[in-house]
């Protein structure tokens, strides 16, 4: 058939005919004469399988779409949001406002010693009611600019805030903030600070009952007078008197915007303890508050760029916090309420209301002994060597300690300063002082850890020779330089010596190396690890100088750690937290194994050389109270004389003392050169006879570390060479100074050294020069008895 009768075929059939396709067409193969087609018949047959394989498909899209029409979905959500509108209605009928129950729940704090004796007793609340009117307008609005700008005008709630904080509640994320002025006096005044949905709902509707019910400025004046503003201060009346003392009807919009900008978080954003972070985002919020009342139009434009920031009065000491006391409490105030931020998700504000006057009774891991022998080992070793009168530095010396036991990660012994009275911030915790060359065994820790080679491609142990040439430039993997040489203590040149040699002289160019080596971002892993916070920190070479932040507690967690064979060790001074019968479980400061066991006992191993052979032994190895106790410790002095350490520890007792330069006047930073009359204070001066001091006062007698360990003086003592010193009558104040060679360098006098024969400024050198290579002596000076600490 031709395609014309085809078509007129098709056109009789009255439909049109489907394309040919290959299952239409024949081959000679298929026993079909070329030129035959398929029969009309065939093809309609073809045609009406596709249609009703066409029609099955729709009929099974089509059951779907009747399932899931829109009409249905739009049912179901009405159906639950009348549901949801039907709760809530029933919720609103059922909730009344309650009394206001903050007063009477307020109870003194009890905290006891580690014996069960009573320390002391923080009661009465600091809050004095004030009426709005006694308050600046300006003032109020600073609070309005800060919390809640549609405060005149919404509500009196936030739903977009409260379903995020459902939200979070139940993804278990915790507060995330959203609450409006009334959602918060409410909080404050009716309710507790718990975070659970039947709370917040409950806070949603009495919200909205207090909003219609009560004036704004009742709800604003009740705010302000039930917030807590840290120090101790409840209400506006008192928080203005502890940051400026003044009363409330006389703080400045400057100041009242700072009080407003405290409230997100009191501790954080208080200026006298606040980190550099603390002061910077506690700055920016108060600029917030105030372009918040421009855009208000509630504060002039140009008046707004004349304001300043109102630096806060420095704190009041609450009575019977006297003495060492009122640093105990703050310390397990700030470790109760980092408890609560983690186990409650709560927020820290909301963590300090907490505690805060309610009740709890926590008892300390002070041991009422070892506290009476740090605080005199601090009198007669310090304290009665200085004169402020004759000596005006000798005002601005401020020492701080911390004492452990590595075994349990109890604080047993706390130094904070003379007097919390007198000297708010605690010393025992303050972060803002270098721990300058205690940080070396850190470096060390890393490389035994990562199984770290030299660029020689030797492995990094006690053993290994390193260049103590000072200044010698720090060369990286590639044998480039990085541009970072730092100079030895006193610009001593040191020329080839051991890992064990350059940690006992406190050697800096060698742990430079050595930490580029590691890698850097492997030695702050480390360090976070042993317990210390590295923040932000980027992994630059400047670090193996111990430039950055650290407390004593910090480090004496971090040697705790190693005294107890690598397993983390994080100080704590809560021994139990109980409240109203029932006790708040604390987290065990033995933590997992960080760092291998004999990564851990090699670095102690060798931390006993410091103390038999290097910048500790005149205060600790040569001390007649030793008495046969086995000592590891590190000293170490930072920049400019601003700070100085020693950290060492004993097989049962671990401690940290530092000693900083505060100006007693601006509370900066300022250095320590002449303090006592001396040119210098380092380590292994005042801050080990502290040490030793009280250590050999209360440790266990006799005892020995248990050591894994094949490395380091503990267990392969250094060999001494026989003397070869020619010395003259007049000690040279410096080693030799030449440029960094990789050659021993050689001393003033005719015999070669690569130890310096300087003595430091105040005693002629005790040790003799060596031959090359072998380095185990070092000058002897109470005050100033190595280099590069």
């Known amino acids: 058939m031709g395609r014309a009768e085809e078509r007129r075929a098709r056109q009789r059939g009255g439909r049109r005919a489907a394309p040919p396709t290959r299952s239409s067409r024949t081959t000679p193969s298929e026993g079909i004469a070329p030129g035959e087609g398929i029969a009309p018949g065939g093809r309609a047959a073809a045609r009406k399988a596709a249609a009703r394989g066409k029609k099955s498909t729709k009929e099974g899209k089509s059951g779907i779409r009747r399932l899931f029409t829109w009409k249905k979905i739009l049912g179901t959500f009405f159906a639950f949001s009348l549901l949801g509108i039907g709760a809530f209605v029933v919720m609103y009928m059922m909730i009344d406002v309650p009394k206001g129950n903050a007063k009477a729940q307020e109870q003194s704090n009890i905290y006891k010693y580690s014996n069960g004796s009573v320390m002391a007793r923080e009661g009465d609340t600091n809050r004095e009611i004030v009426d709005l009117s006694e308050v600046p307008k300006p003032v109020q609005r600073t609070f309005v600019a800060a919390e809640n700008k549609t405060f005149y005008s919404d509500a009196g709630v936030d739903f977009k805030g409260i379903a995020r904080g459902l939200f979070n509640t139940l993804s278990g994320k915790g507060k995330q903030g959203g609450s409006t002025i009334t959602q918060q006096y409410v909080k404050n005044y009716y309710l507790d600070q718990d975070q659970t949905v039947t709370r917040k709902l409950k806070e949603l509707v009495i919200s909205l009952k207090v909003d219609r019910e009560t004036p704004k400025d009742d709800i604003l004046a009740g705010y302000i007078n039930t917030s807590y503003y840290g120090r101790g201060a409840y209400g506006i009346q008192a928080a203005a008197q502890d940051y400026y003392r003044v009363d409330a009807n006389k703080l400045s919009v400057e100041q009242g915007a700072y009080l407003a900008a405290l409230l997100q978080a009191p501790s954080q954003y208080d200026w006298a303890v606040a980190s550099d972070t603390g002061k910077k985002l506690v700055t920016a919020r108060w600029n917030y508050v105030l372009d918040n009342m421009v855009?208000?139009?509630?504060?002039?434009?140009?008046?707004?760029?004349?304001?300043?920031?109102?630096?806060?009065?420095?704190?009041?000491?609450?009575?019977?916090?006297?003495?060492?006391?009122?640093?105990?409490?703050?310390?397990?105030?700030?470790?109760?309420?980092?408890?609560?931020?983690?186990?409650?998700?709560?927020?820290?504000?909301?963590?300090?209301?907490?505690?805060?006057?309610?009740?709890?009774?926590?008892?300390?891991?002070?041991?009422?002994?070892?506290?009476?022998?740090?605080?005199?080992?601090?009198?007669?070793?310090?304290?009665?060597?200085?004169?402020?009168?004759?000596?005006?530095?000798?005002?601005?010396?401020?020492?701080?300690?911390?004492?452990?036991?590595?075994?349990?990660?109890?604080?047993?012994?706390?130094?904070?300063?003379?007097?919390?009275?007198?000297?708010?911030?605690?010393?025992?915790?303050?972060?803002?002082?270098?721990?300058?060359?205690?940080?070396?065994?850190?470096?060390?820790?890393?490389?035994?850890?990562?199984?770290?080679?030299?660029?020689?491609?030797?492995?990094?142990?006690?053993?290994?020779?390193?260049?103590?040439?000072?200044?010698?430039?720090?060369?990286?993997?590639?044998?480039?330089?990085?541009?970072?040489?730092?100079?030895?203590?006193?610009?001593?040149?040191?020329?080839?010596?051991?890992?064990?040699?350059?940690?006992?002289?406190?050697?800096?160019?060698?742990?430079?190396?050595?930490?580029?080596?590691?890698?850097?971002?492997?030695?702050?892993?480390?360090?976070?690890?042993?317990?210390?916070?590295?923040?932000?920190?980027?992994?630059?070479?400047?670090?193996?100088?111990?430039?950055?932040?650290?407390?004593?507690?910090?480090?004496?967690?971090?040697?705790?750690?190693?005294?107890?064979?690598?397993?983390?060790?994080?100080?704590?001074?809560?021994?139990?937290?109980?409240?109203?019968?029932?006790?708040?479980?604390?987290?065990?400061?033995?933590?997992?194994?960080?760092?291998?066991?004999?990564?851990?006992?090699?670095?102690?191993?060798?931390?006993?050389?410091?103390?038999?052979?290097?910048?500790?032994?005149?205060?600790?190895?040569?001390?007649?109270?030793?008495?046969?106790?086995?000592?590891?410790?590190?000293?170490?002095?930072?920049?400019?004389?601003?700070?100085?350490?020693?950290?060492?520890?004993?097989?049962?007792?671990?401690?940290?003392?530092?000693?900083?330069?505060?100006?007693?006047?601006?509370?900066?930073?300022?250095?320590?050169?002449?303090?006592?009359?001396?040119?210098?204070?380092?380590?292994?001066?005042?801050?080990?006879?502290?040490?030793?001091?009280?250590?050999?006062?209360?440790?266990?007698?006799?005892?020995?570390?248990?050591?894994?360990?094949?490395?380091?003086?503990?267990?392969?003592?250094?060999?001494?060479?026989?003397?070869?010193?020619?010395?003259?009558?007049?000690?040279?104040?410096?080693?030799?100074?030449?440029?960094?060679?990789?050659t021993p360098s050689e001393s003033p006098t005719e015999s070669p050294s690569e130890s310096p024969t300087e003595s430091p400024s105040q005693s002629p050198p005790t040790s003799e020069q060596s031959t090359p290579v072998e380095i185990t002596t070092s000058p002897e000076n109470p005050f100033d008895p190595g280099n590069g600490q």
Do not use: C
């Open 295 to 742: 855009e208000q139009g509630w504060l002039d434009k140009t008046e707004r760029a004349g304001m300043t920031f109102p630096v806060p009065k420095e704190p009041k000491a609450a009575p019977g916090m006297e003495g060492q006391k009122g640093y105990f409490v703050k310390l397990a105030k700030q470790q109760l309420e980092k408890q609560l931020v983690a186990k409650e998700g709560i927020t820290q504000d909301e963590a300090e209301a907490r505690v805060e006057n309610s009740g709890w009774t926590i008892t300390l891991n002070i041991d009422k002994k070892k506290q009476a022998q740090l605080e005199k080992a601090v009198k007669t070793q310090l304290t009665s060597q200085l004169d402020p009168k004759k000596r005006p530095v000798d005002k601005n010396v401020q020492a701080g300690a911390a004492s452990v036991d590595p075994k349990t990660g109890r604080i047993v012994a706390l130094y904070g300063g003379t007097d919390y009275t007198k000297h708010y911030i605690s010393n025992a915790n303050r972060t803002d002082y270098q721990p300058a060359s205690t940080f070396k065994p850190v470096i060390l820790a890393a490389a035994l850890e990562n199984a770290s080679e030299t660029q020689g491609g030797k492995a990094i142990g006690a053993n290994t020779i390193y260049d103590g040439t000072s200044k010698r430039q720090v060369v990286d993997s590639d044998g480039n330089k990085v541009g970072f040489g730092p100079e030895n203590e006193d610009d001593a040149n040191y020329g080839k010596v051991t890992v064990q040699t350059a940690m006992d002289k406190s050697i800096n160019s060698v742990f430079a190396q050595m930490g580029v080596d590691v890698g850097m971002d492997k030695v702050l892993a480390t360090a976070t690890k042993l317990g210390m916070d590295t923040g932000k920190l980027r992994p630059l070479p400047a670090y193996t100088l111990g430039t950055m932040g650290a407390s004593p507690i910090q480090m004496a967690g971090v040697y705790a750690t190693l005294d107890n064979h690598g397993k983390q060790v994080t100080p704590s001074i809560i021994k139990s937290a109980e409240q109203g019968g029932t006790e708040f479980q604390m987290p065990d400061p033995i933590g997992e194994q960080v760092i291998s066991r004999e990564a851990a006992d090699t670095v102690t191993s060798v931390l006993t050389g410091v103390v038999d052979d290097g910048t500790a032994k005149k205060a600790v190895q040569q001390n007649p109270a030793r008495d046969g106790r086995k000592v590891a410790g590190k000293t170490g002095t930072s920049d400019d004389n601003k700070s100085a350490w020693f950290t060492g520890y004993t097989p049962d007792l671990v401690t940290s003392v530092g000693l900083f330069g505060e100006d007693y006047k601006t509370h900066g930073q300022s250095k320590l050169y002449n303090t006592a009359g001396l040119d210098r204070v380092n380590g292994g001066g005042f801050p080990a006879q502290i040490w030793a001091a009280y250590t050999f006062g209360v440790a266990a007698e006799n005892t020995k570390f248990d050591l894994d360990t094949d490395q380091g003086a503990a267990v392969q003592p250094s060999w001494t060479p026989s003397p070869t010193l020619s010395r003259s009558e007049t000690p040279s104040s410096t080693p030799t100074k030449e440029k960094p060679s990789e």
